[in-house]
């Protein structure tokens, strides 16, 4: 016999979405994962940092070894940047790729080993 609409609904799943209970107001917020909006890098989990993305900001992935960094010339000059990039990770910094290539070879700037 054909199922009745109570069991048709059931079967159509409102299961599908996991129901997202609201959080204990006693419990401090959750961290931020990778794309969430944030204010502060203190919003986001560990290993991410809050970093402007076209007119708002989201969390990031902190830069590891050999991913490419942001070296800023002039103190403020990050702030016309719409695609911000994190800092590197601790006990890396932000130094000129050394290119075995020509001179000119594109001037990277890479997370390195102090």
């Known amino acids: 016999h054909p199922p009745g609409a109570a069991e048709m609904e059931e079967m159509m799943g409102t ?5 997202r209970t609201p959080a204990p107001a006693w419990l401090p ?3 931020g994962e990778e794309g969430d909006f ?3 890098s203190s919003d986001c989990t560990a290993g991410l940092c809050c970093a402007r993305h076209f007119w708002s900001k989201i969390c990031k992935p902190v830069l590891r070894e ?3 960094c942001t070296r800023h010339r002039r103190k403020g000059s990050h702030g ?8 590197c990770a601790e006990g890396l910094a932000c130094r000129l790729q050394r290119e ?8 990277l700037h890479t997370c390195q080993h102090h």
Request: with cysteine.
């Open 29 to 31: 917020p959750a961290k």
């Open 100 to 107: 075995q290539g020509p001179t000119d070879a594109s001037r």
């Open 66 to 68: 050999g991913q490419v």
């Open 80 to 87: 016309l940047e719409i695609f911000q990039r994190c800092q």
């Open 38 to 40: 944030c204010l502060r």
């Open 15 to 19: 299961e599908v979405l996991p129901r």
